[in-house]
């Protein structure tokens, strides 16, 4: 294979404009030729505590640009598989409009992009913002669905309505369950004070939601966890960065500690791409200016390009 660096720019991750991987942005939705299409949804008016997620897509997007050497593909020792090697055909989409205090025009302008991805056959990856942003991103599927839902998140985010708010980041999960094209939630790394109530957790339940914490998918392992995630039907992944271990991402919003670590994660999220077919993700809840050293920013990308690659590795095969 040949690296990019040995016959042009050495290009390192400080030099250039800062899209997702430094791949090419395109900004006419029309034109989208890619296997993988990242959208920025930099909207946080759904927050009850820190804002600041606004900010989460640059600071992912920057942080990317890290794991962006210009190597022919990332190569994994213990898989002995070269991830996004040549051909992979990844594009960044930039950003959807937000309009300041409107909801609902900002969530509207997010379900455009990400209907504009599966337009044109790419895998819609959006970068948030904070949970709220899921409830588009679910939408856009509705003509594509069904789709089962896996979550990773501290909380449960399956408030029905509180004070009216019916899409902030305590509801997306239930405005998920709510479509007809979502089949059920799997919903792991629940723990401690959550936002939502008993009688949210026995809604989510009624509506076939399986609520593991993360003691107990530390019990099951991986491959177990992974288990219980039906085979056979199309994933979509939301994962918001609390469900991950304050110690190694402190820069969100409600941080909640006894959190799962990085290959806890990354090794089911791998079961799952090898076994079902993942059409969409998400990563939200990403507050740069409680992420002091970047690390949750690093966190954030190096989590979704591995999970990038092991999906494509997975179709390829």
């Given amino acids: 294979m040949t690296n990019s660096y040995d016959s042009g720019r050495l290009n390192l991750p400080f030099v250039g404009i800062s899209t997702f991987g430094k791949y090419e942005y395109v900004a006419d939705w029309n034109a989208i030729d890619a296997d993988v299409a990242v959208l ?21 997007r920057e942080a990317s640009t890290l794991f962006s050497f210009g190597h022919a593909g ?14 992979t055909k990844i ?39 904070d949970h709220s942003i899921n409830i588009p991103c679910v939408r856009a599927f509705a003509d594509r669905g069904p789709i089962h839902i896996v979550q990773i998140d501290a909380h449960l985010d399956f408030v029905d309505e509180r004070h009216g708010v019916r899409y902030g980041h305590g509801n997306p999960m239930r405005r998920a ?20 109530a008993k009688e949210g957790y026995d809604d989510a339940r009624r509506f076939g939601s399986d609520i593991q914490s993360v003691r107990q998918i530390r019990a099951l392992g991986a491959e177990a966890a992974a288990a219980r995630v039906p085979e056979g039907v199309n994933l979509y992944i939301t994962i918001d960065i609390d469900g991950f271990d304050p110690s190694i991402a402190p820069g969100t919003g409600t941080p909640s500690h006894g959190g799962f670590l990085y290959y806890e994660v990354m090794e089911f999220l791998a079961i799952l791409a090898r076994r079902n077919c993942i059409v969409g993700v998400d990563l939200v809840e990403v507050a740069p200016d409680y992420d002091r050293d970047g690390t949750t920013a690093i966190l954030a990308a190096q989590v979704l390009l ?11 095969a």
């Fill in 74 to 87: 990332a190569y994994d020792h213990e898989d002995d598989v070269t991830y996004l090697g040549p051909g």
């Fill in 91 to 129: 594009i960044d989409m930039g950003d959807a409009d937000i309009v300041h205090t409107q909801t609902e025009a900002s969530h509207a302008n997010i379900e455009k992009g990400v209907r504009a991805a599966l337009e044109a056959g790419a895998i819609p990856v959006t970068l948030g913002g």
């Fill in 40 to 60: 920025g949804a930099p909207f946080d008016f759904g927050t009850q505590w820190r804002p600041g997620a606004r900010f989460g897509p640059r600071a992912i």
């Fill in 177 to 196: 369950a709510e479509q007809d094209h979502v089949t059920g939630l799997s919903q792991f790394g629940i723990r401690n004070v959550s936002s939502t």
């Fill in 306 to 316: 591995n999970l990038i690659g092991r999906i494509l590795h997975a179709r390829k």
